[in-house]
């Protein structure tokens, strides 16, 4: 089985850097597919409130007979609950959900910067409280802007261990992921094969023939070398073995180069842009 390295984050804690996310996952066939997940050997999932499927990643790490302290789970304060009130009664029910009485990392999902007065910096010191309670082990955000985390570095106490932003060869988000970087903040990449959209690019596809690997591979080990942390969704076992072995090979020299050129910035984007979203469930 392949060996998956471990991050470690500016609070000193660390991270799978390799696990399985589950947006867009039906909340009925969530369980069974993080089950699958374990058994393949991925040790980290990746989920949200807004996905509606914590319930089933808490039952399929229950059921697995690991230790809870061998699986890494991520959750994300939804849209809806950035009033601080309103994200510890959030946090509570995702806690509840899952089944457990801590999460290893809760992010903020969204800034959200044209709603609730722009003030993602209380929510943030919600979080806080979290991590200070030992409920969160570690805290982070999601789809902020360089002056989003600007603002939270110049009125909160604690960086944010990870920011978790859309980065996949089309859209590599380089201004964010370079403050990241130069802040200790770490990137995990969401959408690392863009939702399979760079998998026919020749650039890829050539790079894949040539190592005798897959093209998700490829652009996963991509991800890999450059330090991200990534967790691709697949509800197909084959693939989900395919993704986890990412630790037996190297890209050759070029390679980087190669992929790093098919950058199309904001084009490349598949989501919505964090400046101007502002969706809230109903
Ligand atoms: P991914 O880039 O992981 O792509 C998933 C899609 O690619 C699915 O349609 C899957 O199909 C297909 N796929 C997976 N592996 C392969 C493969 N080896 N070969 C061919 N096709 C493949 O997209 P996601 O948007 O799901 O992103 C991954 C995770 O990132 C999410 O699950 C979530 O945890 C997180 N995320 C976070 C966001 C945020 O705002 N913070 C936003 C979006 C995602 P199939 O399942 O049919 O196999």
Redesign the pocket.
Known sequence: MSTVPTIELNDGNTIPQLGF????IDPGETAEAVAEALRVGYRHI???EMYGNEEGVGEAIRASGLDRSEVYVTS?LNNGYHEPDDARRAFEGTLEALGFDYVDLF?I??PLPTLYDGDYVSTWKTLEEFKAEGRSRSIGV??FEAAHLERLAAEADVVPAVN?I?L?PYLQNREVDSYGREHGIATQA???????AV?DDPVITEIAERLGR???QVVLRWHIERGNIV??????PE?MR??FELFDFELEPGDHEAIDALDRGEEGRT?PHPDSFAYVPG
């Open positions: 996310g589950v947006f867009q990746d989920t949200a994300k992010l999902h969204w999601s789809n978790q859309e996949h969401w959408s690392p094969i863009a939702q399979g998998l897959t093209p998700a967790f691709p969704k697949s509800t197909t693939r395919e993704n989501g």
